[in-house]
Structures are given as C-alpha cells and as structure tokens.
C-alpha cells in the first residue's frame, strides 16, 4: 500500500506559477513510476505528467509545466508556470507499480492521492 499526500495548490493569476508536491509512504518509492493527472468540474481525469526515469507530459502543458522527482525524500513535484484559466482544475499524483512503463492511463495507477485544487484566475 502506498499513500500519497499532495500539497501546494491555490489561487493564482494568469501567467503565475505553482508548485505541486506529492509525499508517498513507501521507502520503495523509486520503484514507482508517478503521474500527475487532473479534474476540472464536469470533466473527466485527464494525464499532466508522468516520470520514471524519462518524463512524459500531455500536449497541453508541454514546455509550461516539469515533472520531477527526489528519491531520497519520497516525493514528485510539478512545477507549473504560464498558467491560464483552462489549467484549473483538481491536480492528483498516482503511482504505478509497473516498472516497465510510464503510463498516461489513469486505470494503469493503482494509488491515488486525495487531490488539491489549482484555481487560475484571469
């Protein structure tokens, strides 16, 4: 079992940047590869980022947003800048057991944070 705890969410303008963390439970964190998804209302979960070793972003956030992760302290960032409006949504990390793949499928998961909303304001 692995538990994921996302933080760094709010409320910013356009054109402003945030960054996301999400803290995972398991000492075996490395074996993980982890994702970035996110639910606007009315809409369904749709793929941000993703990273094992390589990174994988959606079209829609390529070259505004970085994905990353530190080993050491259990924990995947999503750095976001140029926000705009259309980026609001609730943002949740997940975890693939998988070691093989880096997925954009959120059913290929199988752990979820709890989500934290981003709010972009024009």
């Known amino acids: 079992q692995v538990q994921l705890v996302e933080s760094g969410g709010g409320l910013v303008q356009a054109g402003g940047s945030l960054r996301l963390s999400c803290a995972a439970s398991?000492?075996?964190?490395?074996?993980?590869?982890m994702g970035w998804f996110r639910q606007a209302p009315g809409k369904e979960r749709e793929f941000v980022a993703a990273?094992?070793?390589?990174?994988y972003y959606a079209d829609s956030v390529k070259g505004r947003f970085t994905i990353s992760r530190d080993n050491a302290k259990n924990t995947v960032y999503l750095q976001m800048n140029s926000l705009k409006p259309e980026d609001t949504a609730i943002y949740y990390c997940?975890?693939?057991?998988?070691?093989?793949?880096?997925?954009?499928?959120?059913?290929?998961?199988?752990?979820w944070g709890q989500g934290t909303q981003v709010t972009v304001s024009s």
């Open positions: 990273i094992r070793s390589a990174t």
């Open positions: 997940a975890a693939d057991s998988d070691i093989w793949r880096i997925s954009s499928y959120t059913y290929e998961y199988d752990y």
């Open positions: 398991r000492r075996t964190f490395v074996r993980y590869s």
